[in-house]
């Protein structure tokens, strides 16, 4: 819209930024409870445009603090390096659709690299080209992790995920808080 | 050099002398590019993922630029496997504008040359509101079909209340269209969360969907036209007053 000069009076926000804002307001009851003996270990995928490109960290340390609330400081691994200086994983700018698919993987090779050195099992990727990317360069290159959606990971932590939405959870985390 | 046994001095490129008109063309849409300051340091390079695919890497692409080289630029595929994501621009030392350089060269061709398949989502979006060509009948059909489950399988959330195009909604979200055409069971724990905070929310009909596509093509026209149509329908028709990103 700044791009185009398209007049608007809506404001414009992320879904992140709200789950940030209902955490702190008390309106969502978050915890991590759930997490304390599993000790299941979470990382983050910083997309490009809600990070580097949105022109601060906002969004991306709130990404953060949404994250840790609901799976507990002690198990978020942070990838090196993060947030505005992340690494693209090479999903985006329509990379998926382009007809590249081998350069785009080896182009995802530093992302994997960099998700495998955390060790953690789920990584949160809040955007759909990031999401798929990731999923696929895990096959790819032989990940063990699962790429989840923040909401999901909500839902599973204040016990109201149903067993219809954990397709995509590992075996750990499927019979968790139903 | 040699050539034919006699040792030939190479020549001095004359920079003066060089014609660099998509240097020229560029720089007349983006005037603080800032190209001609390039150190040729290679940060950019140093910290770019995409360094080294098709034998190429941003720092080589700029001086193909400032040397005129516009034929080898033009036709070089490495535009599409660059993601412009911006990490080269920020982590120099001259903030030259690189990813609109890319974005510039990806528009520069003929349209229907660009890569199929983000010409075909392209197209797509600005037919039927989403880069999945889904039309909103099935769009709002899914999202209905889902929150009706929901009710009726989830006592909890037997009042969850879910609309497409609710006029006076606070908020507008729009979604991925993989979501509701390939996992629509993975929209139920969002409408769950903002059924927990009372959100007043609703999707809309018209560019439902997050993606774009038509940006990927450096399709300017395209861009435009679907975030005129998705502003029109919010500020006209719903008259929300936030619009939320689900990604």
């Given at each position: 819209?700044?791009?185009?000069?398209?007049?608007?009076?809506?404001?414009?926000?992320?879904?992140i930024?709200?789950?940030?804002?209902?955490?702190?307001?008390?309106?969502?009851?978050?915890?991590?409870?759930?997490n304390?003996?599993?000790?299941?270990?979470f990382?983050?995928?910083d997309?490009?445009?809600?990070g580097?490109?949105s022109?601060?960290?906002?969004?991306?340390?709130?990404?953060?603090?949404v994250?840790?609330?609901?799976?507990?400081?002690?198990?978020?691994?942070?990838?090196?390096?993060?947030?505005s200086?992340?690494?693209?994983?090479?999903?985006?700018?329509?990379?998926?659709?382009a007809?590249?698919?081998?350069n785009?993987?080896?182009?995802?090779?530093?992302?994997?690299d960099?998700?495998?050195?955390?060790?953690?099992?789920?990584?949160?990727?809040?955007?759909?080209?990031?999401?798929?990317?990731i999923?696929d360069?895990?096959e790819?290159?032989?990940?063990?992790?699962h790429v989840?959606?923040l909401?999901t990971l909500?839902?599973?932590?204040?016990g109201?995920?149903?067993?219809?939405?954990r397709?995509?959870?590992g075996?750990d985390?499927?019979?968790?808080?139903? | 050099?040699i050539?034919g046994?006699?040792?030939v001095?190479?020549k001095?490129?004359?920079?003066?002398?060089?014609?660099c008109?998509?240097k020229?063309e560029?720089?007349?849409r983006?005037?603080?590019?800032?190209?001609?300051?390039?150190?040729?340091c290679?940060?950019c390079t140093g910290?770019?993922?995409?360094?080294?695919?098709l034998?190429?890497?941003?720092r080589?692409f700029?001086?193909?630029?400032l040397?005129?080289?516009?034929?080898e630029l033009k036709?070089?595929?490495?535009i599409?496997?660059?993601t412009?994501c911006?990490?080269?621009?920020?982590?120099?030392?001259?903030d030259?504008?690189?990813?609109?350089?890319?974005?510039?060269?990806?528009?520069?061709?003929?349209?229907d040359k660009?890569?199929?398949g983000?010409?075909?989502?392209?197209?797509?979006?600005?037919?039927?509101?989403?880069?999945?060509g889904?039309?909103?009948?099935?769009?709002?059909?899914?999202?209905e079909?889902?929150?009706?489950?929901?009710?009726?399988n989830?006592p909890?959330?037997?009042?969850?209340?879910?609309s497409?195009d609710?006029?006076?909604?606070?908020?507008?979200?729009?979604?991925?269209?993989?979501?509701?055409?390939t996992?629509p069971?993975?929209?139920?724990?969002?409408?769950?969360?903002?059924?927990?905070?009372?959100?007043?929310?609703?999707y809309?009909?018209?560019?439902?969907?997050?993606?774009?596509?038509?940006?990927?093509?450096?399709?300017d026209e395209?861009?435009?036209?679907i975030?005129?149509?998705?502003?029109?329908?919010?500020?006209?028709?719903?008259?929300s007053?936030?619009?939320?990103?689900?990604?």
């Amino acid at each position: 819209m700044r791009k185009y000069n398209i007049p608007h009076t809506f404001k414009l926000t992320t879904i992140i930024e709200l789950y940030a804002q209902w955490i702190r307001e008390g309106k969502l009851k978050v915890n991590s409870d759930w997490n304390k003996d599993l000790k299941v270990k979470f990382t983050i995928q910083d997309p490009c445009n809600i990070g580097r490109k949105s022109g601060s960290d906002k969004i991306v340390n709130d990404l953060r603090f949404v994250l840790k609330t609901a799976v507990g400081d002690e198990n978020f691994i942070d990838t090196i390096p993060n947030r505005s200086n992340n690494f693209c994983c090479g999903g985006g700018g329509g990379a998926l659709q382009a007809g590249f698919p081998d350069n785009r993987q080896a182009y995802g090779k530093v992302k994997f690299d960099q998700i495998m050195a955390t060790g953690a099992t789920y990584v949160i990727a809040p955007c759909h080209n990031c999401h798929a990317q990731i999923e696929d360069i895990g096959e790819h290159y032989g990940g063990n992790y699962h790429v989840v959606h923040l909401w999901t990971l909500l839902c599973l932590a204040m016990g109201i995920l149903d067993e219809s939405e954990r397709t995509y959870l590992g075996p750990d985390l499927a019979e968790v808080g139903l | 050099m040699i050539s034919g046994g006699i040792i030939v001095m190479p020549k001095t490129i004359q920079l003066d002398e060089l014609e660099c008109e998509f240097k020229d063309e560029i720089l007349d849409r983006i005037p603080d590019a800032n190209f001609d300051l390039c150190l040729t340091c290679g940060t950019c390079t140093g910290g770019c993922p995409a360094s080294e695919q098709l034998d190429m890497d941003p720092r080589k692409f700029l001086r193909m630029l400032l040397l005129g080289m516009d034929d080898e630029l033009k036709s070089n595929p490495w535009i599409w496997v660059c993601t412009m994501c911006g990490r080269c621009q920020s982590a120099c030392p001259m903030d030259i504008a690189i990813p609109k350089f890319i974005y510039s060269l990806r528009g520069s061709g003929p349209r229907d040359k660009r890569p199929k398949g983000i010409l075909g989502s392209c197209d797509q979006h600005i037919k039927s509101g989403s880069a999945m060509g889904v039309p909103k009948e099935d769009f709002i059909f899914t999202v209905e079909d889902v929150a009706e489950e929901i009710r009726e399988n989830q006592p909890d959330f037997k009042d969850l209340d879910v609309s497409v195009d609710r006029e006076g909604a606070y908020m507008v979200l729009n979604q991925n269209s993989r979501e509701p055409v390939t996992e629509p069971d993975e929209l139920g724990p969002l409408w769950k969360i903002l059924h927990l905070v009372g959100a007043d929310w609703t999707y809309p009909s018209v560019m439902w969907a997050g993606e774009n596509y038509c940006m990927f093509l450096a399709d300017d026209e395209g861009w435009k036209y679907i975030i005129e149509e998705f502003v029109y329908h919010i500020e006209n028709n719903l008259k929300s007053k936030l619009v939320v990103n689900t990604e």
